[in-house]
């Protein structure tokens, strides 16, 4: 069965990195692009950008254009979110889900558990 | 990018009556459309894609559609486990965006 497990709860400083994991199983890992998305407490879901697994390829929202980056390891299945220059109202959960469809264009039928991320100042 | 407008943003409403989720786009989308059910503390839910496919294992109470820049989800009774927040979301190309969500609550 298909699962994404992803990395555990981080608590940063302002101004640091997170790092943030997503191991998925169940499925051929390079057909199919994974997205990340997070939600802050309270509020509701925000798309933060994608990753092909299958080149690396990455399209990223606007808002985090410069301070995330997202990449793959094909060896291990594992697709990585990156956020630089954290802030307070970073701290939400952040998702992996994967795509329905190979090729992208494609809304997400398996989801993460969900990381949160605490960003204190 | 696309932005995704949902209204209302709450909507309180009975058991078994039917409601409906509207999601309109700032441009046209085709029918690169899917709709999501979130519960607290749950990850969210693919109901409905492309407009009006409904996923695998969704109760047939559920269905979609519109095209375009205008779309609805309709639950046609609504059951307990319906109440939950409703989002869509845009897959027109590779840049995705959601919708600020539909709280559904209990009248």
């Known amino acids: 069965q298909v699962q994404l497990v992803q990395s555990g709860a981080e608590v940063k400083q302002a101004g640091a990195s997170v790092k943030v994991s997503c191991k998925a199983s169940?499925?051929?890992?390079?057909?199919?692009?994974i997205s990340w998305a997070r939600q802050a407490p309270g509020q509701g879901l925000e798309w933060m950008g994608r990753?092909?697994?299958?080149?690396?390829?990455?399209n990223y929202a606007q808002t985090f254009q410069g301070r995330v980056t997202m990449t793959t390891d094909t060896a291990t299945s594992t697709v990585y979110m990156e956020l630089r220059s954290l802030r307070s109202d970073d701290t939400a959960v952040y998702y992996c889900?994967?795509?329905?469809?190979?090729?992208?264009?494609?809304?997400?039928?398996?989801w993460g558990q969900g990381t949160p991320v605490t960003v204190s100042s | 990018d696309i932005q995704m407008t949902q209204s209302p943003s709450t909507l309180s409403a009975s058991l078994g009556d039917r409601v409906t989720i509207t999601c309109r786009a700032s441009?046209?989308?085709?029918?690169?459309l899917a709709w999501y059910q979130q519960k607290p503390g749950e990850t969210p839910k693919l109901l409905i894609y492309?407009?009006?496919s409904l996923e695998s294992g969704v109760p047939s109470r559920f269905s979609g559609s519109g095209s375009g820049t205008e779309f609805t989800l309709t639950i046609s009774s609504l059951q307990p486990d319906d109440f939950a927040t409703y989002y869509c979301?845009?897959?027109?190309?590779?840049?995705?965006?959601f919708g600020q969500g539909t709280k559904l609550e209990i009248k």
């Open positions: 169940g499925y051929t890992f390079v057909n199919h692009g």
């Open positions: 979301q845009q897959y027109n190309t590779n840049l995705y965006t």
């Open positions: 990753v092909s697994a299958y080149n690396g390829n990455t």
């Open positions: 492309k407009a009006s």
């Open positions: 441009q046209s989308i085709s029918s690169w």
């Open positions: 889900a994967k795509e329905k469809y190979t090729g992208g264009q494609a809304p997400f039928d398996y």
